[in-house]
């Protein structure tokens, strides 16, 4: 059959409708009136007036660091976002993330807890007596450190726990009872004697080796120097420790802290060392590495990616691990670097942020694969960087920016006194004391006879210094409380003496002198 031409084809056509539509037909074709935005109502902001969100003050709405280097297709600006806040009712300008992050739920904070005073000192009370019933049960005075004084939130007590026994393990709180009524009582004496005693022994073990220095003592002495400090000993003026104080420290720390669990401030009560001597770096051996190994972190784990196999990951759009293939050494030295130390890791992840070409950084993803980093601590050291206008180096210490703005007073400088003025010194409170006790005597005479005049001549024996031997003392006017004595010398020389005596440091033995009376009318 031959098709036939679409000029003859019947169109179908729908059913003439001779009814008119229903009313419920209207109302459904209707359309609903939009409802407008209160927000939009807001009259447009002015062009010549720099963006800036009302929370962050980021003067872009679209954070520029997070488009990378794509390229830019589009010419469209994006607007703000604007929200009322509950609070004060106020229309606020946001950027894009402030406004997205603005009607979302916040995680609520979880309160900082802090320690009861009372609870605190009460507790340590109770160490010192623990530590006290110690002493009376060994027979040691050592024995007085054999207690864990640390309280940060709660109460330790790792030490006295262990001492006693696993018995008392669950009044390890606040409320030491156990700890009141000494030690050594109850089935358990003699296992927590021996316990005890084992702490005693390492911690007189390690009181030895730390007398030990790394030098000979012996040898120092017999040089017989009155210097200060020797030249052998060395830049850390005799304080550096031996190499088997080292090893013995390393060796029952990990015995303390991994087997019997004790905190790390007990560990340190028992075997006499500090902080500082784990993760300090020694000025006299700036090659050694840092006594103490870390446990923690990627790189300690070995959880780090071989830098030759990271372009085969992927991080993010901009590909950061490509760089991995042209700067392979440069990978290499960042992570060697932040391995190292605290410190030196931040200024590797602030050379990684650095942004080159505008707003391009390394993104977080990328930094962490090289340097065993936190998301959290690469976040910190960015926001450093944007407040103090990309200054690589880490904040300082809090202690260390306390004490420079709270330094210690000076002493003040005692200036040393010459043989000559201290004697000169003498001379006077040796006239002075004369003075004083010559002065009710002449106020008794002088009340006796109204025309009376006292001189006195005070002789001494000439000294090598040059000093001139004969003084004279006018005192015709020493009744009067206003002025003061003064002394002449037969070199002409007239010096004024004080009321207080003068404290002189050099002692100096002063002839006898011979005081000669004349009374004149």
Same mark, same amino acid.
């Given at each position: 059959?031959?098709?036939?031409?679409?000029?003859?084809?019947?169109?179908?056509?729908?059913?003439?409708?001779?009814?008119?539509?229903?009313?419920?037909?209207?109302?459904?074709?209707?359309?609903?009136?939009?409802?407008?935005?209160?927000?939009?109502?807001?009259?447009?902001?002015? /062009?010549?007036?720099? =963006? @800036?969100?009302?929370? %962050?003050?980021?003067? +872009?709405? *679209?954070?520029?660091?997070?488009?990378?280097? !794509?390229?830019?297709?589009?010419?469209?600006?994006?607007?703000?976002?604007?929200?009322?806040?509950?609070?004060?009712?106020?229309?606020?300008?946001?950027?894009?993330?402030?406004?997205?992050?603005?009607?979302?739920?916040?995680?609520?904070?979880?309160?900082?807890?802090?320690?009861?005073?009372?609870?605190?000192?009460?507790?340590?009370?109770?160490?010192?007596?623990?530590?006290?019933?110690?002493?009376?049960?060994?027979?040691?005075?050592?024995?007085?450190?054999?207690?864990? /004084?640390?309280?940060? =939130? @709660?109460?330790?007590? %790792?030490?006295?726990? +262990?001492? *006693?026994?696993?018995?008392?393990?669950?009044? !390890?709180?606040?409320?030491?009872?156990?700890?009141?009524?000494?030690?050594?009582?109850?089935?358990?004496?003699?296992?927590?004697?021996?316990?005890?005693?084992?702490?005693?022994?390492?911690?007189?073990?390690?009181?030895?080796?730390?007398?030990?220095?790394?030098?000979?003592?012996?040898?120092?002495?017999?040089?017989?120097?009155?210097?200060?400090?020797?030249?052998?000993?060395?830049?850390?003026?005799?304080?550096?420790?031996?190499?088997?104080?080292?090893?013995?420290?390393?060796?029952?720390?990990?015995?303390?802290?991994?087997?019997?669990?004790?905190?790390?401030?007990?560990?340190?009560?028992?075997?006499?060392?500090?902080?500082?001597?784990?993760?300090?770096?020694?000025?006299?051996?700036?090659?050694?590495?840092?006594?103490?190994?870390?446990?923690?972190?990627?790189?300690?784990?070995?959880?780090?990616?071989?830098?030759?196999?990271?372009?085969?990951?992927?991080?993010?759009?901009?590909?950061?691990?490509?760089?991995?293939?042209?700067?392979?050494?440069?990978?290499?030295?960042?992570?060697?670097?932040?391995?190292?130390?605290?410190?030196?890791?931040?200024?590797?992840?602030?050379?990684?942020?650095?942004?080159?070409?505008?707003?391009?950084?390394?993104?977080?993803?990328?930094?962490?694969?090289?340097?065993?980093?936190?998301?959290?601590?690469?976040?910190?050291?960015?926001?450093?960087?944007?407040?103090?206008?990309?200054?690589?180096?880490?904040?300082?210490?809090?202690?260390?920016?306390?004490?420079?703005?709270?330094?210690?007073?000076?002493?003040?400088?005692?200036?040393?006194?010459?043989?000559?003025?201290?004697?000169?010194?003498?001379?006077?409170?040796?006239?002075?004391?004369?003075?004083?006790?010559?002065?009710?005597?002449?106020?008794?005479?002088?009340?006796?006879?109204?025309?009376?005049?006292?001189?006195?001549?005070?002789?001494?024996?000439?000294?090598?210094?040059?000093?001139?031997?004969?003084?004279?003392?006018?005192?015709?006017?020493?009744?009067?409380?206003?002025?003061?004595?003064?002394?002449?010398?037969?070199?002409?020389?007239?010096?004024?003496?004080?009321?207080?005596?003068?404290?002189?440091?050099?002692?100096?033995?002063?002839?006898?002198?011979?005081?000669?009376?004349?009374?004149?009318?």
């Amino acid at each position: 059959m031959e098709s036939r031409r679409s000029s003859e084809r019947e169109r179908k056509r729908k059913p003439i409708r001779f009814q008119s539509p229903s009313e419920d037909e209207l109302k459904a074709k209707k359309k609903r009136r939009r409802r407008l935005n209160p927000l939009l109502r807001i009259p447009r902001r002015d /062009p010549g007036i720099p =963006f @800036k969100c009302d929370l %962050c003050g980021s003067p +872009y709405v *679209i954070d520029p660091s997070r488009r990378g280097n !794509r390229p830019k297709l589009s010419s469209h600006h994006p607007s703000p976002r604007h929200k009322v806040d509950p609070v004060t009712g106020k229309t606020l300008t946001l950027c894009n993330a402030c406004g997205l992050s603005f009607d979302r739920p916040k995680k609520p904070r979880r309160e900082r807890c802090e320690p009861d005073p009372e609870e605190k000192k009460k507790y340590q009370e109770e160490a010192n007596q623990f530590a006290l019933s110690l002493v009376d049960g060994l027979g040691d005075p050592d024995a007085s450190r054999l207690c864990c /004084p640390h309280f940060k =939130f @709660k109460a330790c007590g %790792c030490l006295q726990t +262990y001492i *006693i026994g696993d018995i008392f393990s669950q009044y !390890r709180s606040v409320s030491l009872v156990p700890f009141q009524a000494g030690p050594f009582n109850g089935n358990n004496m003699q296992e927590s004697r021996e316990r005890a005693s084992e702490m005693l022994q390492m911690l007189k073990k390690a009181k030895e080796l730390s007398s030990k220095k790394c030098y000979d003592i012996e040898e120092i002495r017999s040089q017989g120097k009155a210097a200060k400090r020797s030249k052998n000993i060395g830049l850390g003026n005799g304080q550096r420790k031996s190499c088997e104080f080292e090893e013995f420290v390393l060796e029952k720390r990990r015995y303390l802290r991994d087997t019997l669990k004790l905190c790390e401030r007990a560990t340190q009560r028992v075997l006499l060392y500090s902080n500082n001597f784990l993760h300090k770096k020694l000025k006299t051996d700036p090659s050694k590495p840092l006594r103490i190994v870390r446990q923690k972190g990627k790189a300690a784990l070995g959880k780090l990616k071989v830098i030759e196999e990271l372009p085969k990951e992927r991080c993010c759009v901009d590909n950061c691990v490509m760089i991995a293939l042209t700067h392979t050494n440069l990978l290499k030295q960042w992570r060697d670097r932040a391995v190292s130390g605290q410190t030196e890791a931040r200024r590797v992840l602030a050379e990684m942020l650095t942004p080159s070409g505008g707003a391009r950084s390394n993104c977080y993803k990328f930094i962490s694969w090289v340097t065993g980093c936190s998301h959290s601590t690469i976040g910190r050291v960015n926001e450093q960087m944007k407040e103090t206008g990309g200054d690589r180096e880490p904040p300082s210490h809090g202690l260390i920016k306390w004490w420079q703005e709270n330094p210690k007073p000076k002493k003040p400088k005692i200036k040393p006194i010459s043989q000559q003025q201290a004697q000169v010194d003498a001379v006077q409170q040796v006239a002075l004391q004369q003075i004083q006790q010559t002065l009710p005597q002449v106020n008794i005479l002088q009340a006796a006879v109204s025309s009376a005049g006292l001189s006195a001549v005070m002789m001494q024996p000439a000294v090598s210094s040059g000093i001139p031997t004969l003084t004279t003392v006018n005192s015709s006017q020493l009744a009067q409380a206003q002025l003061l004595p003064t002394v002449t010398f037969t070199n002409g020389t007239t010096i004024q003496l004080q009321a207080a005596p003068i404290q002189v440091s050099v002692p100096m033995q002063a002839a006898p002198i011979q005081v000669s009376m004349q009374w004149s009318r």
